[in-house]
């Protein structure tokens, strides 16, 4: 089956500085990627979508300047956490979708702890 | 944005069926998935079903499918310890899935 690979799996960081969360769709090309975010104990939130070769769209209340995404190529979805605070401290997992294929292959997730 | 509702904790025997059920709100949902999250790793698809079929089965899952009142169940037959995770069900909207808060199945010996 479809493999997605998310990078890394678990990152601690200080506060102030950048994250980046690479998601790469290793045998198939994902046309579209999302992006979640998990809180203990609670759902997955859709954070934003991205289409290859265009700006993702975010969902309401997630900061488009803070939550940097990228989705550059076919292959390739980044998330940036840029400048984190410790309430950015969260499980992040990517999703990709390749055409209209219904089914979504998910990423392992990375678990961010900013001290 | 809609909401996915389902119980936070199941407990069931070893060889026992496990249901575990899940209510969604929006009736223009065209498709229901289960995934599975084992510990420490990603959410795995385990089955989809689309809104215009009550019941699909595949091995020993079976899904139900209540439209009229919103309602979707994941039953699986001979529950074994590999069984416990957390099962998530979320509904489509749009291109993204809404996820519920998902299951956690305990399986004991």
């Known amino acids: 089956g479809a493999v997605v690979s998310q990078h890394p799996s678990r990152v601690i960081c200080k506060s102030g500085t950048s994250v980046k969360i690479e998601c790469r769709s290793l045998d198939f090309q994902a046309t579209t990627m999302f992006w979640y975010r998990q809180f203990p104990k609670q759902s997955l939130m859709l954070m934003a979508t991205s289409n290859e070769g265009s700006k993702a769209t975010y969902e309401q209340g997630v900061e488009k300047d803070k939550f940097l995404i990228n989705h550059a190529s076919l292959t390739l979805s980044t998330l940036t956490v840029t400048s984190a605070h410790p309430e950015d401290s969260s499980f992040y997992i990517c999703?990709?979708?390749?055409?209209?294929?219904?089914?979504?292959?998910f990423g392992s997730g990375t678990q961010l702890s900013v001290l | 944005g809609e909401d996915v509702e389902q119980s936070l904790f199941l407990s069931v025997r070893e060889g026992d069926s496990s249901v575990i059920n899940c209510t969604y709100t929006d009736s223009s949902s065209t498709y229901l998935y289960w995934y599975k999250q084992e510990p420490g790793a990603g959410l795995q698809l385990l089955t989809y079903?689309?809104?215009?079929?009550d019941m699909k089965q595949d091995q020993r899952l079976t899904v139900l499918l209540n439209k009229k009142d919103k309602h979707l169940s994941l039953r699986i037959a001979d529950t074994q310890t590999g069984d416990s995770a957390i099962y998530f069900c979320a509904e489509r909207e749009g291109t993204a899935l809404i996820f519920g808060k998902g299951t956690t199945l305990s399986v004991s010996s």
């Open positions: 079903i689309f809104s215009n079929m």
């Open positions: 999703s990709a979708k390749q055409g209209l294929e219904e089914k979504l292959f």
